[in-house]
């Protein structure tokens, strides 16, 4: 079964202040791993994606394997990135899109 | 290119009825999802649809189905609604999974709705 895990509800930064959204996956083989992002009365948008290594808006975030984590960071929080994040897995063995998302986390980043 | 657009906005329904709500993807993208978003469950996947055939599907009851048309078009139904049922219906459409590389999903805004 798939299974994506964030643990904070709620992540309140000060503006400069680093930032880290925790992701942590449960499936057995090789998923492909996204954040999206969801600005206040905005439709849900793609932030990132594990396969593409970029960085988007100073955001990055790297797949561990090992630790089945795909955590979401950046050096220096703005009061633009105050919005709902999720980490969303894709892993479809018969084809397909289908995501799984993590019940999300809220980030407010305070002045 | 224009977004990914779903109608009703909002819907009210009373316990029993049935409903269907409608959503067109962005030009070209023949693969359509359906997920329902509370704020006690979060973001679920319900199906998705392809070349009108259910590729995949989530586990949700048989009151909830779905179909798409030639033109992508899809619509979901659900059936003898339940006060459960109230939530934001989220339809994304994408590109065709190519060489094993899932695409991005585009979402729409979203049908609200509402059972008493």
């Known amino acids: 079964a798939q299974r994506v895990t964030q643990p904070e509800k709620l992540l309140s930064v000060f503006k400069g202040a680093p930032v880290e959204l925790k992701c942590n996956y449960s499936?057995?083989?090789?998923?492909?791993l996204f954040w999206y992002v969801q600005y206040s009365r905005q439709r849900l948008q793609l932030l990132l994606r594990h396969i593409s290594r970029e960085s988007i808006k100073g955001f990055t975030a790297d797949l561990n394997k090992g630790e089945t984590s795909f955590h979401l960071k950046k050096p220096f929080a703005q009061e633009e990135d105050s919005a709902m994040y999720y980490c969303a897995l894709s892993a479809v063995p018969g084809g397909g899109n289908k995501l799984t998302f993590g019940t999300g986390t809220q980030l407010k980043v305070e002045l | 290119k224009a977004g990914v657009t779903q109608t009703p906005r909002y819907l009210i329904k009373t316990r029993g009825q049935q409903v269907t709500l409608s959503c067109s993807p962005i030009s070209g993208h023949r693969s359509v999802s359906w997920y329902q978003q509370t704020p006690g469950q979060g973001l679920q996947f319900l199906f998705e649809y392809f070349s009108e055939t259910q590729r995949n599907k989530g586990n949700f009851p048989g009151r909830f189905s779905g179909r798409q048309f030639s033109n992508s078009r899809s619509e979901m139904n659900v059936s003898t609604l339940e006060l459960g049922d109230s939530a934001l219906y989220l339809c994304a459409s994408s590109l065709e999974r190519e060489a094993g590389r899932a695409y991005e999903q585009y979402f729409g805004p979203g049908t609200r709705l509402t059972v008493t």
């Open positions: 499936y057995s083989g090789s998923p492909e």
